[in-house]
Structure formats: structure tokens, C-alpha cells
T-cell receptor, first 117, second 113 residues
């Protein structure tokens, strides 16, 4: 178990550019979540995958945001035409699916810190 | 949306002292979870308490849950400098439904050596 890994750790981009983040969950976990966290706040749910299916998207996820999880393994989160308000820590988490998912905790990666200038 | 409200927002103690953080929430829950976050890192799960439980222990951690008051507390005994972090509570409204976790704003704990 190598944990959840996210890449890159830091990303600085200019407003209007596109960025893509990657998350590799724990290999036996079939549930994957993306969260966004700004300074002094708790995580805000963005989207959720069960295997390769994206089952839920938050209203926070505007049409500039898209997430994929091809083959139910790693996931990518892309932000198009970045805005300064997109500056935040983007966290990925994974957890086991049924039947072991009963109250199973989330395992988080160390996040990607995005700064939009 | 934020449901949990941690109290205090910030706490500074000396090494060896106990630290108590509180979390209040608004709706009925299935379980409540506590996580720790070191600066610039991801969150680490500490302990989960179900709605039919009143107290749980894990090492130096003790969590209580009072569903009548819709509140929980996290006690860290004999604190260490390494306990310096932000602590978040998260409530799950449904069983096994972690995508519906609702997070508080966190308590920032500083343990001074």
C-alpha cells in the first residue's frame, strides 16, 4: 500500500491557461473523490467515481472543470481557462467499494496546490 | 456546504498538556469522523464514531459523541509537538456514503515544546 499519490504537488499557471492534475488511488480502492480546499476551510466535495463511472458532481464543478477515470484506475482533473478564484489545494481521496465500504474512511493524497496568477 | 463547526478555531498548548476540540453539527448523522491535516499535506483519518456509539478510544485519542446535543469532542492526551496540525470533523449522513461527508472548518492546534 503506497497510499494515494497526486501529481504535481505544486502548479503555478497564468490566468486563462489549462491545467491537468493526476491522482493515483490505492490500487484496491474502487471509489475515488476529488475535493478542493482553500486556506482556513475544510475540503469541499467536487466529484466522485465508482470505478470508471462518474456518479456525482458538485454544483461547484463548473463547465470549465472535467474529471475522468479511464479504466477505473488513475484519475485526472482538468481545469480549462483558469481563473484566479481557482487557486486552491486540490485533494484526491480513495476508499474501498462495497461490501467493505461500510463506514470506511477516506485515504487522501497530499494534494496539488494550484496558484493562478 | 459546511455542517460541522469546530471550536475553538485555534488552540495553543504546551507539550504534555491535553487538547480538547469540539465539533457541532446540525442534522442527524450516521457517523462522525475526525481527520488531521499537517500543513500543506493531505488529511489523515484518525477515528470514526457511529451514531449509536458514545465514546471511542485510539491510543492517545478519545472521541465522544452526544447525538442529543449534536456535538462531538476530540481529546488528545499528553500532547506532543508532532500533534501540531489542523483537526477536522466530518459528518456522514448515510451509511457508507462518504461522498456526502460534510466538513467543518477545522481547529488549528499548536503544541509548543
Amino acid at each position: 500500500d503506497t497510499g494515494v499519490s497526486q501529481d504535481p504537488r505544486h502548479k503555478i499557471t497564468k490566468r486563462g491557461q489549462n491545467v491537468t492534475f493526476r491522482c493515483d488511488p490505492i490500487s484496491e480502492h474502487n471509489r475515488l473523490y476529488w475535493y478542493r480546499q482553500t486556506l482556513g476551510q475544510g475540503p469541499e466535495f467536487l466529484t466522485y467515481f465508482q470505478n470508471e463511472a462518474q456518479l456525482e458532481k458538485s454544483r461547484l464543478l463548473s463547465d470549465r472543470f472535467s474529471a475522468e477515470r479511464p479504466k477505473g484506475s488513475f484519475s485526472t482533473l482538468e481545469i480549462q481557462r483558469t481563473e484566479q478564484g481557482d487557486s486552491a489545494m486540490y485533494l484526491c481521496a480513495s476508499s474501498p467499494g462495497q461490501p467493505s465500504s461500510y463506514n470506511s474512511p477516506l485515504h487522501f493524497g497530499n494534494g496539488t496546490r494550484l496558484t493562478v496568477t | 456546504s459546511q455542517q460541522g463547526e469546530e471550536d475553538p478555531q485555534a488552540l495553543s498548548i504546551q507539550e504534555g498538556e491535553n487538547a480538547t476540540m469540539n465539533c457541532s453539527y446540525k442534522t442527524s448523522i450516521n457517523n462522525l469522523q475526525w481527520y488531521r491535516q499537517n500543513s500543506g499535506r493531505g488529511l489523515v483519518h484518525l477515528i470514526l464514531i457511529r451514531s449509536n456509539e458514545r465514546e471511542k478510544h485510539s491510543g492517545r485519542l478519545r472521541v465522544t459523541l452526544d447525538t442529543s446535543k449534536k456535538s462531538s469532542s476530540l481529546l488528545i492526551t499528553a500532547s506532543r509537538a508532532a500533534d501540531t496540525a489542523s483537526y477536522f470533523c466530518a459528518t456522514a449522513l448515510d451509511e457508507g456514503n462518504n461522498r456526502k461527508l460534510i466538513w467543518g472548518l477545522g481547529t488549528s492546534l499548536a503544541v509548543n515544546p
